[in-house]
């Protein structure tokens, strides 16, 4: 079935994954499913921007990830890669699929644990120097993405949230990383908005390494 497996039917293997790593049980429904779609690589990612982030480079390079069989997932929290790495990774009672991921440097001690644990290489995950919000800002330049913003509609809320006490004597870049995660979702849309911006070949290091390891 590799080669016709569409978005929603990774979504349902992606479900399936977070039931097993919630439910701690066989996990019988992802491995079945696992099988029929052709799973091959599990991309390990902290939250649902970052997943945005990869999807969004990927459909720019004109590439179908769950057609080749890349599930890129949202461990919810980089403390989880551990659990999702036995599950997911070449361990006695995982799915046997090659592990890769992106992170945060401070993240960066969970990953070697978790792939070392599992017997996946340390060089199969890559590493941003803060985060990837971070990395897409140094990229674009903040008069860039400040035009972005204003392009989303969301101009008004950003300059209330840059006369905050508490953001002055911060750097542009340091405001409009934290900008994006004030509201629910806006990281999630940044994500993908962001990543449409970049030139081909100003893409983040971790991220366009990532990308051509798939």
């Known amino acids: 079935m590799v080669g016709m497996v569409s978005t ?19 996990g019988d429904p992802a491995r079945e499913l696992a099988a029929e779609l052709g799973v091959q690589v599990a991309v390990l990612l902290e939250g649902p921007s970052d997943v945005a982030a990869v999807d969004a480079l990927a459909t720019a390079r004109g590439r179908d990830l769950p057609a080749e069989g890349v599930c890129v997932l949202s461990m919810g929290g980089a403390m989880n890669v551990g659990r999702y790495a036995r599950l997911l990774g070449p361990s006695p009672s995982g799915l046997g699929l090659r592990l ?5 440097e401070r993240e960066r001690p969970y990953y070697a644990r978790a792939f070392d644990s599992v017997g996946a290489p340390q060089q ?3 590493v941003c120097a803060a985060d990837l919000e971070d990395e897409l800002i140094r990229a674009l330049g903040p008069t860039r993405v400040t035009e972005l913003i204003d392009a989303e509609g969301d101009v008004r809320p950003l300059r ?14 340091q405001q409009l990383r934290r900008f994006f995660g004030t509201t629910s979702g806006r990281k999630i849309h940044y994500g993908r908005v962001l990543v449409e911006a970049l030139a081909p070949d100003r893409t983040p290091t971790p991220l366009d390494d990532l990308l051509n390891t798939l």
């Open 124 to 126: 199969g995950f890559f």
């Open 160 to 173: 209330t949230f840059l006369n905050q006490p508490a953001q002055q004597g911060r750097t542009v870049q």
């Open 100 to 104: 890769t991921g992106l992170c945060d």
């Open 8 to 26: 929603g039917e990774m979504e349902r293997f992606r479900e399936a994954v977070a039931v097993w790593a919630a439910a701690g049980d066989p």
